[in-house]
């Protein structure tokens, strides 16, 4: 549905982005990871058409983006800046953003409504949106960016400021418009939301796409093993003799103790493996608990810094 | 320009409509003050200067001969209407009584006094066109009596129309000279309105341009298939129609309250309607360029109350000295004023004031100009 190819846009001499490539398919929710300063904001705006001066090209449902105006009616944009007016209530906006796009008015306002009611503001859809609170806000800001029920939904920093309740319906949200079949791109540096979220995931820095795929392939893709930790009544010595010649086999023992032990495993599917080896030899497992690395993890490991740095 | 983009400029421009009108504090800025403005400058410059295009001058005639009807003939002019009754009215403007030996005393060169009666608050300037009318008749009446004698005039005329005009008074007074003081409301209510057009347009249509653009409001509504140029031109239209409803509501209320009278209500809206489009210009030109709404208010207050003194809103253009007056062109409200002025108290046409139109289209012209050339949809 939508493919970036080769997008480079820089800031005098500072490279936004660097040969930026990436695709969409329909209904796919791809959360596009990465620090401040990564690009995630500018590939956005290219977009949304808001900036210019970049080469590369961005097909959309066939066609070239830039070329055809009208592919914005199949385009919704929720930018970071709660963009719509506070004077107005809730239900006007809607009626006014809507009206930009080519959404028949009798329409317009059976859609209003039932956005209203998917972003749970129905019951003060009458009152001025300057007296919402910031999550409230935040709803009816996605909420204009979904109205006229586009093919692709592209939102920056949604949850950007909100309580957890309000960043909750904002991802259920998100969830449910990509399994209605539209495809969502949304740029974030929380990677709770991406891991909760997304079917795939696009790490991202200083305007390039270091790594992509679902949570799963990410984490393989750098090889990142899950950790097992044991405890039982074994003896440190015994223990690592027990699984000696499993090292190099996708298993690596990162610490024993007696009655305590750590591994890192490069597939939970070794498992069977090390607990018979320890069985055969009478060492007792009380406990195992296997801890799946996280993007956190992936991050550091490809950037090199923290995605809160 | 597709429909479907003039239905967006449209859109855009009926919300920001929608948006101003509804804030009571722009309703009372827009509209209750200029009223003060209105009342203030209307009973301060009432004196000479509201007098009608048309003197109404009641008149008795008495006159028992042929000379009365005549004479009043004579009187009768495009400036002076003549409003014949039979009894002596209690409410008139002005009053002239033919007494019944009016012909009598003509035919036997016996002379008489005629009196004519203004009433106090009546305008002094029309009064004083009837004067002058009065004694343009008497004159010409002597004169055929001199010139004729006892002959039967009116059979004269017939074989004699190039003589139909005895007397003319012609006035020439050196060029520029004001001979008609504007004032009242016929000048306060269309100076308030020209005043606080650009006031208000500047004020407010400049803040709003400035706050959309800093809350990314104008920026997401090109997320739509609207282009720059037609959100460029959805708020010009936006401020334009502002200063417009503006004007409607005060020459309404002027109409009402006030009894106003623009002279040509259809010419003095296109003035209005050009002037506003440059106002509207000059709105989103300083919404683009500054940031801050205490600058904008400033700015505003500033060159709306500049321009306002210097182009006439205030006081008649026509009291101050020539120099001033000069001076007073660089104002885009002199424009407007004079032409309203033309139109209203010195009988003036299309032709009259085609050069003020000109002056302010070229205007509106610049300012959209470079209102679009800085046109800022993002910070």
């Known amino acids: ?309 | 320009m597709t429909m479907k983009t003039l239905k967006r400029i449209l859109h855009i421009a009926g919300n920001d409509l929608r948006i101003m009108v509804s804030d009571k504090v722009y309703f009372f800025w827009s509209l209750a003050f200029p009223v003060l403005f209105i009342v203030l400058f209307g009973l301060l410059y009432k004196g000479g200067g509201n007098g009608p295009a048309v003197a109404e001058l009641t008149v008795v005639n008495r006159d028992q001969g042929r000379w009365g009807a005549y004479f009043l003939e004579k009187v009768k002019s495009p400036g002076v209407e003549i409003k014949a009754v039979d009894e002596e009215p209690e409410a008139y403007n002005r009053l002239l009584v033919l007494p019944a030996d009016f012909s009598a005393k003509i035919e036997a060169r016996a002379a008489q006094s005629l009196a004519l009666k203004k009433r106090e608050d009546a305008s002094t300037e029309a009064a004083a066109r009837v004067e002058a009318r009065l004694f343009q008749a008497i004159a010409r009446v002597i004169s055929e009596l001199v010139l004729y004698g006892e002959g039967d005039l009116l059979k004269f005329w017939d074989g004699h129309p190039e003589f139909r005009e005895l007397v003319r008074v012609k006035t020439r007074f050196p060029e520029n000279t004001v001979t008609v003081v504007p004032g009242g409301f016929d000048h306060s209510i269309p100076g308030a309105t020209v005043q606080f057009i650009m006031m208000m347009v500047m004020i407010y249509g400049g803040v709003t341009v400035m706050e959309d653009r800093k809350k990314g409001v104008m920026g997401r509504m090109l997320f739509s298939p609207l282009s720059t140029g037609g959100l460029f031109q959805a708020k010009l239209l936006g401020r334009w129609a502002m200063g417009m409803i503006q004007a409607l509501i005060l020459f309404v209320v002027g109409k009402v309250f006030f009894k106003l009278d623009l002279g040509n209500v259809r010419l003095s809206l296109l003035v209005i309607a050009v002037f506003a489009l440059a106002m509207a210009a000059l709105s989103v030109f300083i919404g683009s360029l500054v940031g801050k709404e205490d600058l904008i208010i400033g700015l505003a207050v500033l060159l709306a109350n500049v321009f306002a003194a210097l182009g006439g809103c205030w006081w008649p253009i026509e009291v101050v000295p020539a120099g001033v007056r000069q001076a007073g062109m660089i104002s885009p409200a002199y424009w407007a004023m004079d032409a309203l002025h033309k139109l209203r108290f010195f009988q003036g046409d299309f032709a009259a004031i085609l050069p003020h139109l000109g002056v302010l289209l070229g205007l509106s012209a610049v300012l959209s100009g470079l209102a679009a050339r800085y046109f800022k949809i993002r910070d």
């Not at chain 1, 796919?28 to 401040?36: A, D, K």
């Not at chain 1, 539209?182 to 740029?187: D, E, K, Q, S």
Request: hydrophobic letters at 45%.
């Open chain 1, 1 to 309: 549905m939508l493919e970036i190819k080769s997008l480079t846009k820089s800031y005098g001499d500072v490279l936004a982005l660097d040969h930026f490539s990436l695709e969409l398919k329909k209904g796919e929710v791809l959360g596009l990871l990465g620090p401040n300063g990564a690009g995630k904001t500018t590939l956005i705006s290219i977009l949304a058409g808001s900036l210019r001066d970049f080469t590369g090209g961005v097909s959309f449902l066939g066609k070239d983006l830039f070329s055809d105006r009208s592919l914005k009616n199949r385009m919704g944009i929720v930018p970071q800046d709660m963009a719509f007016y506070e004077e107005l209530n809730a239900a006007d906006n809607l009626l006014f953003w809507g009206g930009l796009y080519d959404v028949p008015r009798a329409d317009l306002k059976k859609r209003a409504a039932e956005i209203l009611e998917m972003v749970e503001l129905s019951g003060r859809s009458k009152e001025p949106v300057k007296n919402f609170s910031g999550g409230m806000k935040r709803r009816l800001n996605t909420a204009i960016g979904l109205l006229h029920k586009p093919d692709l939904l592209l939102l920056d920093e949604p949850t950007v400021g909100i309580d957890v309740q309000a960043k909750v319906s904002i991802l259920d949200l998100i969830r449910k418009v990509g399994a209605a079949g539209t495809g969502v791109i949304f740029t974030t540096h929380q990677l709770a939301e991406v891991e909760d979220t997304c079917s795939r995931i696009a790490i991202m820095d200083r305007g390039r796409i270091l790594a992509q795929g679902t949570l799963v392939e990410l984490i393989r893709l750098v090889g990142e093993k899950d950790i097992v930790e044991i405890t039982g009544e074994f003896a440190a010595a015994a223990f690592s003799e027990a699984l000696v010649d499993l090292d190099g086999d996708g298993v690596e023992l990162l610490s024993a103790s007696d009655n305590q032990a750590a591994l890192a495993v490069s597939d939970t599917d070794r498992i069977p493996k090390i607990l018979d080896r320890l069985f055969r030899r009478k060492l007792a497992v009380t406990d195992l608990k296997i801890k799946t690395p996280n993007l956190e993890a992936v991050f550091l490991k490809l950037t090199g810094r923290s995605l809160r740095d």
